[in-house]
């Protein structure tokens, strides 16, 4: 499948690396390949469609301005210790929302190819701006007015 606008199918593979952190080893799952879906899927990969979003554009600029953008690959887990690729997205916010629940997610590089799809994008959608949401103080039990009109 060729990627669209918004979508793009791609195959991911990982890879276990036994690691020794303090007396104990434990496997910690990297991306090995990240590829643009074509035919077959290859042995052992992962067919993930990575999807674009019109309100996501903030996000996907500030990564993309970082000096080491990344993508996030969102894993399932089915208590095997073994991640399956679910999600691939370019938003941190989407990521950190993951790991909150517990979710395995992995991260690489950002490919060339998908740099300058995402950078046309927003070309063609315009930036969004980046903006705080901040919480107005509401005072319920009216303390803050001054009382009689007087300040």
């Known amino acids: 499948m060729q990627h669209s606008e918004s979508l793009w199918q791609l195959d991911v593979t990982l890879k ?5 952190v303090g007396r104990w080893s434990q496997v910690r799952w990297e991306v090995d390949q990240l590829l643009p879906a074509r035919g077959e899927k290859p042995e052992g990969a992962y067919r993930v469609m990575m999807e674009l979003f019109l309100d996501e554009r903030a996000n996907y600029r500030l990564n993309l301005d970082l000096p080491n953008p990344k993508l996030f690959i969102i894993c399932d887990d089915k208590g095997d210790g073994v991640p399956i690729p679910m999600q691939i997205t370019a938003n941190q916010n989407v990521a950190a929302g993951a790991l909150e629940g517990d979710t395995p997610v992995l991260t690489c590089p950002i490919p060339d190819a998908i740099g300058c799809w995402l950078e046309s994008f927003l070309t063609r959608h315009g930036e969004q701006p980046i903006t705080a ?3 107005r103080h509401i005072d319920v039990r009216d303390e ?8």
């Open 16 to 20: 276990s690396q036994h690691v020794q």
């Open 144 to 151: 803050m007015k001054p009382k009689g009109g007087k300040a």
């Open 133 to 135: 949401h901040r919480r």
